[in-house]
């Protein structure tokens, strides 16, 4: 892998901020089953970016990052959800919806990354 360790990605660090984020946010809320789910997508975009870093693969470390960007998609769909009940603040959905999208275009454009390299090495 060009990176020598998945803490120095970028698009890990961002997404480790989105999860501490999210996590902090729905604490305090009542409807257990929105929680938990948002909780979850959120938290599996980081660890995903690590496991297939970890397994020194380019293929496997592409097939990681697609399933941390359908996480993060599904973190994403979560939020206004619970904007629409009212659970967050316009503002606020707002903000983490733009920092979600910015991390799905940072996980494409790694994957995007990967892909060239690995065709290059194939030719």
């Not at 999210?22 to 305090?28: L, Q, S």
């Not at 994957?111 to 194939?122: C, D, H, L, Y």
Request: aromatic letters at 6%; proline letters at 2%; a neutral charge.
């Amino acid at each position: 892998m060009a990176f020598s360790t998945f803490e120095n990605l970028a698009v890990w660090q961002r997404g480790l901020e989105q999860a501490v984020r999210i996590c902090g946010e729905v604490d305090a809320w009542k409807n257990f089953s929105l929680k938990d789910q948002r909780q979850r997508s959120a938290i599996s975009v980081p660890p995903n970016i690590a496991e297939g870093h970890e397994r020194d693969s380019p293929g496997d470390f592409i097939r990681f990052l697609r399933i941390a960007k359908g996480s993060n998609g599904e973190m994403r769909t979560q939020t206004y959800i619970a904007q629409r009940l009212g659970l967050l603040r316009d503002e606020i959905a707002n903000e983490i919806v733009s920092e979600s999208k910015e991390i799905s275009a940072m996980l494409q454009g790694l994957v995007r990354s990967i892909e060239a390299r690995r065709s290059k090495t194939e030719n």
